[in-house]
């Protein structure tokens, strides 16, 4: 069809980073085709698997039909774990970025959800409490921006410490930044926020700050937390 000679590559164009690790969209494709399950109770079906990790697909049927259902038990791994879209809101100055986050926050689809991180605590002292009830509005609204450094990966239970790290899958932070150029800092929530930055994006060309963890992982009082945090109030001015 008249196609001009290519540089022979153009199948992994979209499935791997320059750095030759898998992109999401490859995980993606893969946990689409993974096997999944029906569950039935109640009159009501579940379809089970990893494609539907954060949002369980449900029916009512028939009770006629109650006894025809099959049961299929397959594999599913349930340390595979799936992050959150970023929060962004119009021409963010700061963007904060974790590891992934936990268990209790993925079943929320909402950040920092373990009642024993101090996050949210430390930012309503730090700006008005009264702006904004809806945490995602409020931290927005404050020119800050939420996001990890990990788009997907296999992780038991919550702790940074349980990652299989050969799973792991990045966000494309730089992509992100070129999206938000008002972005000026990235601030760490935590060491090992900032170390698998520096492994799987690095050169992002903005300002850095690793502050301490929000985690109760982090065990210094919340006044110590606080004090470091407040640098965030210069940093969005």
């Known amino acids: 069809?008249?196609?001009?000679?290519?540089?022979?590559?153009?199948?992994?164009?979209?499935?791997?980073?320059?750095?030759?690790?898998?992109?999401?969209?490859?995980?993606?494709?893969?946990?689409?085709?993974?096997?999944?399950?029906?569950?039935?109770?109640?009159?009501?079906?579940?379809?089970?698997?990893?494609?539907?990790?954060?949002?369980?697909?449900?029916?009512?049927?028939?009770?006629?039909?109650?006894?025809?259902?099959?049961?299929?038990?397959?594999?599913?791994?349930?340390?595979?774990?799936?992050?959150?879209?970023?929060?962004?809101?119009?021409?963010?100055?700061?963007?904060?970025?974790?590891?992934?986050?936990?268990?209790?926050?993925?079943?929320?689809?909402a950040y920092y959800c373990s009642p024993t991180n101090s996050f949210w605590r430390i930012m309503r002292e730090l700006f008005d409490d009264n702006l904004e009830p809806d945490n995602k509005l409020f931290i927005t609204s404050c020119g800050i921006a939420l996001w990890d450094?990990?788009?997907?990966?296999?992780?038991?239970?919550?702790?940074?410490?349980?990652?299989?790290?050969?799973?792991?899958?990045?966000?494309?932070?730089?992509?992100f930044l070129l999206q938000y150029p008002s972005i000026k800092t990235i601030v760490f929530n935590g060491q090992k926020a900032e170390r698998f930055f520096e492994k799987y994006c690095r050169n992002a060309n903005c300002e850095t700050i690793t502050l301490v963890s929000t985690s109760s992982a982090a065990s210094k009082p919340f006044d110590s937390k606080l004090n470091q945090w407040s640098i965030i109030k210069s940093l969005i001015e």
């Open 1 to 109: 069809f008249g196609e001009l000679t290519h540089d022979g590559n153009f199948c992994c164009d979209g499935l791997v980073f320059f750095f030759f690790f898998f992109k999401a969209g490859t995980y993606e494709t893969k946990a689409a085709y993974a096997p999944f399950r029906f569950e039935y109770k109640s009159g009501r079906i579940k379809v089970l698997g990893n494609i539907t990790t954060r949002s369980k697909i449900s029916t009512e049927i028939p009770k006629s039909l109650s006894n025809k259902v099959m049961q299929r038990e397959e594999p599913i791994n349930p340390n595979h774990k799936i992050g959150l879209e970023p929060w962004v809101g119009v021409n963010p100055k700061v963007l904060i970025l974790g590891t992934l986050p936990g268990d209790k926050s993925l079943e929320n689809q």
């Open 149 to 175: 450094c990990i788009k997907s990966g296999e992780r038991k239970g919550s702790s940074d410490s349980n990652f299989n790290k050969e799973t792991l899958i990045p966000n494309d932070i730089r992509d």
